[in-house]
């Protein structure tokens, strides 16, 4: 187990169309976290879990976005009907309960034509 | 409402000096500092961190100093290296809600051969 992946890398879409992104993270970790990044900007919180439980997703940014993690491993966050304004980069970060620390994953790169 | 901010985006320094990138929080709640760097298409890794009970924390070459009466943290580089630049980001945490942590903005710091 090298670190938390994620896939696909890079992914670009029509405006309008749904995209799912998958997380992997370190296996011993029971939280795993999504966030964004637009440029400029440090990431921003979007949700996260403590193993299948989703404990916070009032960041989510709209109803148009959701995320699960049906068996407390691998993550999916979907996004429905994309806007341009959804273009950035989708980060995903896990941690043991205890301490602050997360470890982050390259990240999925959107784009939104 | 930006609780965490760097207000330097950028910083340049001669190789074997000091760089200081400096961060400022507004929640007094906050209890936790950690530094991030990214280099470009990489997701953040972890740096160095400092509890609030602290007011330095040091390893190797990284120094971070946190002021709690001025919510004021800083990190020093020192002697900054070529292979440190990249963009820093400053982040917080308050253990009472150990879902979220807060990124500042980021600092791109240049260090110059």
């Known amino acids: 187990d090298t670190g938390v992946s994620q896939d696909p890398r890079h992914k670009i879409t029509k405006r309008g169309q749904n995209v799912t992104f998958r997380c992997d993270p370190i296996?011993?970790?029971?939280?795993l976290y999504w966030y964004r990044q637009t440029l400029g900007q440090g990431p921003e919180f979007l949700t996260y879990f403590q193993n299948e439980a989703q404990l916070e997703k009032s960041r989510l940014l709209s109803d148009r976005f959701s995320a699960e993690r049906p068996k407390g491993s691998f993550s999916t966050l979907e996004i429905q009907r994309t806007e341009q304004g959804d273009s950035a980069m989708y980060l995903c970060a896990s941690s043991p309960i205890q301490g602050p620390e997360r470890v982050f994953g390259s990240g999925t790169q959107l784009s939104v034509l | 409402d930006q609780q965490v901010k760097q207000n330097s985006p950028s910083l340049s320094v001669q190789e074997g000096r000091i760089s200081i990138l400096n961060c400022d929080y507004t929640?007094?709640?906050?209890?936790?500092f950690l530094w991030y760097k990214k280099y470009p298409a990489e997701g953040p890794t972890f740096l160095i961190s400092i509890s609030s009970i602290k007011d330095k924390n040091e390893d190797g070459r990284f120094t971070v100093f946190l002021n709690k009466s001025a919510k004021h943290l800083s990190l020093h580089i020192v002697p900054s290296q070529p292979g440190d630049s990249a963009v820093y980001f400053c982040a917080a945490s308050d253990s009472g809600n150990t879902g979220k942590l807060i990124f500042g903005q980021g600092t791109t710091l240049q260090v110059k051969p």
């Open positions: 296996s011993e970790h029971n939280r």
């Open positions: 929640n007094s709640m906050f209890d936790y």
